[in-house]
Nanobody, 126 residues
Framework: QVQLVESGGGLVQAGESLRLSCVVSGFSVDGSAMGWWRQAPGKEREPVALISSIDGSTYHADSVKGRFSCSRDNAKNSVYLQMNNLRPEDPAVYYC???????????????????WGQGTQVTVSS
């Protein structure tokens, strides 16, 4: 059984930082793109930061460029999201996601990710 367990969310003040972690069990992430998505109330789920397994290339949404950074550690079967300078527009439930084996390039389409975590809430007070 594949499980993705996120941690690191919480309540912070604007300008502060959080680091999200996602540990995958039951599935080796080698050869699979991974990433972070978020969904705010009343909005569609959107990609925040994605990372390839082939060359380590990353995608970061324009709204988070320069503030958020996605990384992965295949040895730990994990993906991370370092979030700095959090803003009032960043609050959402953040989900980690993994593509199926062999799909090493990231995709901006949510339905191309096979496994999802349960989500972790990020709240920012101004």
């Amino acid at each position: 059984q594949v499980q993705l367990v996120e941690s690191g969310g919480g309540l912070v003040q604007a300008g502060e930082s959080l680091r999200l972690s996602c540990v995958v069990s039951g599935f080796s992430v080698d050869g699979s793109a991974m990433g972070w998505w978020r969904q705010a109330p009343g909005k569609e789920r959107e990609p925040v930061a994605l990372i390839s397994s082939i060359d380590g290339s990353t995608y970061h949404a324009d709204s988070v460029k320069g503030r958020f950074s996605c990384s992965r550690d295949n040895a730990k079967n994990s993906v991370y999201l370092q979030m700095n300078n959090l803003r009032p527009e960043d609050p959402a439930v953040y989900y980690c996601a993994v593509r199926a084996k062999g799909y090493g390039y990231y995709s901006g389409f949510a339905d191309e990710y096979r496994y999802w975590g349960q989500g972790t809430q990020v709240t920012v007070s101004s």
